[in-house]
């Protein structure tokens, strides 16, 4: 029950995807009282599909992951995932500390055999449908191996959640030669031009939204700063064309006669829509939300999660990884 | 006379500015005769401020920097720089490749001492103004001490071309914590603190737009990505604006109500108004177009370089750079 907003978005996300759908089932995990008064708010009660879970602690938006993972045993986000690690919970969702989920989550519920670390993987809108893009920002020194494990774990992702058989996998550079870029990307080339995986090659920013491949590989500096600077670019376009339409009286009225219009567009680009984040490559699902999401967003989250528990996307992934040590060590 | 487009853009663009201003004279560098044939379309003569210089030879795009330095000694590019290093020329403005337009600026003009490899900057648009970039991809494997480098000389031509006395300088980096990042970044944040730079601290991608600083600091790879990626969102929010307004006969009519307003947007947000990259740290300026400008886009170009003209930003960076050298001994 955290992020910026806490249960005043977590709560009523809850409330309503429990309505949408009878295939969920929900443990609310954090501090009972809070909790209880928040679901009073939204006329719901304890009891069916809807649970509680007391937890004593916060971890703090800007606290360090060390501590948070050594000192707060008994924080929201350190009991979801022990309910994962356990069986009692298929998935976690969670807005909270990033740095600090991903801490917990290595640290209580493993990475998969063949993974060294685990990395974020987040769905992005295209001109045609959409692509996935990992890792953004788990990891920042990374080598050319780790590369390769993010574009298994994207390739299966993506096989899994969008019924595609053998997704293309593309590397983020900063040209599409073979003679550009740093040498971890040129080297993890080499280790996926060498695989079963349906490498297409070098792609650069601009390809991400042009839909040129299935999956973005990158290290989590470049994928971190991909991401937001797009959220950036988007944010003040809205911005210049929010303000173009309220100029004055006749521009008003312009934005009167294409509101319909405007609308849809925005809805087609709402942000919200694309919010949760996959920690691949642990031992159970876990699913990070944007600190800052709203409750439609945070559902947003939360159905990913549900998508993900559906395609058994950790076994598909585990079966994934031992064919690909096989191939490794015949190599 | 380079570029995807060659003389059918950079011919028009040169003569335009021509005729927009006195205060320029321009040497077309390129094959005579193709230059001649150009100039006749636009009913242009050579002779008091348009003169051509002849080049035989053409360094294709996606030739091997290393290859164009050493084989193409009479490329238009080459000859270029060539003026500006025995002073014929202030300026040399080319739309060819990146990477060869770089190494021969290293190779013939040298870097400015205290400079290691000379960088890549650009003016990008925010919700208020504008800020500048770099590195944008020249460099790809970059110290901390490079990230310092950068800092220096894109608050020098900031200082210059803006007319700010101290421009705040932001690290791109992952995270707004001093825990964040990786190793470069944060040894460079250090190396900024105790300098005499108006050191801001991290900033994330987003906050290149929301022009939180006037100068942002960053490795190459990460500036491409950043740079890129924002074109390819842009790109795309366009792509789905045009749609949403395509859609039927009443969505149309909605376009032509909004036209005017939409089209004040557009130009507002058009991005071949930023275009012309420097090239920082040389002795001598050097601008860089976007390969595939079109005559307005290059013009915009060849304006930049009359600004850095008129500042002396060379001579302005080699001031600066003396007194870091002074500060650092001093450490």
Do not use: W
């Amino acid at each position: 029950m955290g992020g910026d907003h806490g249960v005043v978005t977590t709560v009523p996300a809850a409330c309503q995807l429990l309505k949408e759908t009878s295939k969920i089932k929900l443990i609310l995990v954090g501090q009972h009282d809070v909790i209880v008064d928040a679901l009073r708010k939204q006329k719901m009660t304890v009891g069916g599909r809807l649970l509680i879970q007391h937890a004593s602690e916060i971890v703090e938006m800007h606290e360090s992951p060390a501590l948070a993972l050594r000192g707060k045993k008994d924080s929201s986000m350190r009991v979801t995932i022990n309910l994962v690690k356990d069986g009692t919970a298929n998935a976690c969702v969670s807005a909270g500390n990033t740095g600090a989920l991903m801490a917990t989550a290595r640290y209580v519920l493993k990475t998969l055999p063949g993974i060294d670390r685990p990395a974020m993987c987040t769905i992005l809108p295209t001109v045609d449908t959409h692509t996935h893009m990992l890792d953004l920002g788990a990891n920042v020194d990374t080598n050319a191996e780790h590369l390769f494990q993010f574009a298994v774990m994207g390739s299966v992702l993506v096989s899994a959640i969008d019924d595609i058989e053998s997704p293309t996998v593309g590397l983020l550079n900063i040209g599409e030669e073979a003679i550009k870029g740093n040498e971890q990307v040129k080297q993890a080339a080499k280790l996926l031009e060498s695989s079963h995986i349906n490498y297409f090659g070098f792609i650069e920013g601009d390809d991400i939204y042009q839909g040129k491949v299935n999956v973005v590989v990158c290290d989590g500096f470049a994928g971190n700063v991909a991401l937001k600077s797009s959220e950036g670019v988007a944010k003040m376009i809205s911005h210049y064309l929010k303000k173009s339409f309220n100029k004055n009286l006749m521009t008003r009225l312009a934005g009167l006669f294409a509101y319909g219009v405007l609308k849809q567009f925005r809805d087609q680009m709402d942000p919200r829509r694309y919010n949760g984040a996959s920690l691949l490559g642990l031992r159970g699902i876990v699913i990070k939300s944007h600190g800052g999401a709203d409750a439609f967003a945070f559902k947003c989250a939360i159905k990913e999660a549900m998508i993900e528990v559906e395609k058994n996307v950790p076994e598909r992934l585990e079966k994934e990884l031992q064919s690909v040590l096989v191939e490794q060590r015949a190599v």
